[in-house]
């Protein structure tokens, strides 16, 4: 098994387990939504119908109210149509039976249904008496405890109704919490793995990439045999790397005579270049000074040189070059050093 598939399997085998994970997480998620919905289509209507009853309790009350100001008996028609619209309100939350308990809703009907007959009874006295009629403290009394009672009722619906709605969406959100918990247990197991595999790989290619990184840095620097060869049994991707560092060292070696001779001269002139003279001096000086023998070093320029490279150009300059060259060629001996600095 190469390096590479060592590597590569452990995180093979960690993406399909995370994305079985995310498949099943995407179907849950899908069914969470549904759920939701499910929540809303039955909530929000019941919320609403809770709401408006609210509301139309307010304007009821408010009937009453201006039928007694006012001594008009039209306020009580108001007042039974409202009426009629919170009993049909109850009937429909009946059919959410799962929100609200029928065994609620038939105390509400109750508590509302004595209050509404205390109202109503009250108002229609005063309109027919004119005011005359001598109030009955008891049904103010009643009126008053059922209008309490009603109106609590109605508040402590809405309240149980948005606790229950509460209560279903955080049911939800716990079930999409525990998927994000075991999603982020199988995340932290596979990065364990996946560095435990690398550490185990890494350690076992360790000498044989430090063979190879002391072998490539002889051949950087250049202070090394040539003939020196990696070895290296398994065909993995390191051996293929040997393989090849082994070929380099082969074409090094080939053309490292080449290479030296090049290096040493200047391609223009073919004499000597700069290079090979800063290393030929220190040592003619040297061995000067050690031999006590003369050391003569000529530096010569060829005069106006620009002028030849400004009005006939640069190539005919480096004939020049190449003319002055020969000529110091030709009348130096044997024991002359020419080089073009």
């Given at each position: 098994?190469?390096?590479?598939?060592?590597m590569?399997?452990?995180?093979i085998l960690?993406l399909?387990?995370?994305?079985?994970?995310?498949?099943?997480s995407?179907l849950?998620?899908q069914?969470?939504?549904?759920k939701?919905?499910e929540?809303?289509?039955?909530?929000?209507?019941?919320?609403?119908?809770?709401?408006?009853?609210?509301h139309?309790?307010?304007?009821?009350r408010?009937a009453?109210?201006?039928?007694?100001?006012?001594s008009?008996?039209?306020?009580?028609?108001?007042?039974?149509?409202?009426?009629?619209?919170?009993?049909?309100?109850?009937?429909?939350l009946?059919k959410y039976?799962?929100?609200?308990?029928?065994?609620?809703l038939r105390?509400?009907r109750?508590?509302?249904?004595?209050?509404?007959?205390s109202?109503?009874?009250?108002?229609?006295?005063?309109?027919?008496?004119?005011g005359k009629?001598?109030?009955?403290?008891?049904?103010?009394?009643d009126?008053?405890?059922?209008?309490?009672?009603t109106n609590?009722?109605?508040?402590?619906?809405?309240?149980?109704?948005?606790?229950?709605?509460?209560?279903?969406?955080?049911?939800?959100n716990?079930l999409?919490?525990?998927?994000?918990?075991?999603?982020?247990?199988i995340?932290?197991?596979?990065?364990?793995?996946?560095i435990?595999?690398?550490?185990?790989?890494?350690i076992?290619?360790?000498?044989?990439l430090?063979?190879?990184?002391?072998r490539?840095?002889?051949?950087?620097?250049?202070t090394t045999?040539?003939?020196?060869?990696?070895?290296?049994?398994?065909?993995?991707?390191i051996g293929?790397?040997v393989f090849?560092?082994?070929?380099?060292s082969?074409?090094?070696e080939?053309?490292?005579v080449k290479?030296?001779?090049?290096?040493i001269?200047d391609?223009?002139t073919?004499?000597?270049?700069?290079?090979?003279?800063?290393?030929?001096l220190?040592?003619?000086?040297s061995?000067s000074?050690?031999?006590n023998?003369?050391?003569?070093?000529?530096?010569?320029?060829i005069?106006?040189?620009?002028?030849?490279?400004?009005?006939?150009?640069?190539?005919?300059?480096?004939?020049?070059?190449?003319?002055?060259?020969?000529?110091l060629k030709?009348?130096?001996?044997?024991?002359?050093?020419?080089?073009?600095?």
């Open positions: 098994m190469t390096i590479f598939q060592k590569i399997l452990v995180p960690s399909i387990l995370y994305g079985s994970f995310i498949a099943y995407y849950e998620h069914r969470s939504n549904e939701v919905e929540i809303r289509d039955d909530y929000f209507p019941a919320l609403n119908l809770v709401n408006e009853n609210i139309l309790f307010e304007q009821l408010d009453f109210k201006d039928a007694v100001l006012a008009e008996s039209i306020w009580i028609a108001d007042a039974l149509k409202i009426k009629v619209r919170i009993e049909q309100n109850l009937d429909t009946e039976p799962s929100i609200i308990s029928n065994i609620k105390e509400i109750k508590d509302f249904k004595l209050y509404y007959i109202a109503n009874e009250f108002a229609e006295k005063l309109i027919q008496e004119e009629w001598i109030v009955d403290e008891s049904l103010i009394q009126i008053d405890h059922y209008l309490n009672i609590q009722n109605f508040f402590n619906t809405r309240q149980d109704v948005q606790h229950h709605f509460k209560e279903k969406i955080s049911e939800t716990e999409m919490n525990h998927l994000l918990f075991w999603g982020s247990i995340s932290v197991i596979s990065m364990i793995f996946i435990i595999v690398t550490l185990v790989v890494s076992s290619t360790r000498r044989n430090r063979l190879i990184v002391d490539t840095k002889e051949l950087t620097l250049g045999d040539f003939s020196r060869r990696i070895k290296h049994s398994k065909k993995d991707e293929r790397f090849w560092i082994n070929k380099l082969d074409k090094l080939e053309d490292y290479l030296k001779k090049i290096s001269t391609k223009l073919q004499l000597n270049n700069r290079n090979r003279t800063d290393q030929f220190p040592k003619a000086l061995k000074f050690l031999q023998t003369p050391l003569i070093l000529v530096i010569i320029d005069d106006h040189f620009k002028r030849v490279n400004d009005n006939f150009g640069h190539l005919v300059g480096d004939l020049v070059l190449q003319h002055f060259a020969e000529i030709k009348d130096a001996t044997q024991n002359d050093y020419i080089s073009r600095w």
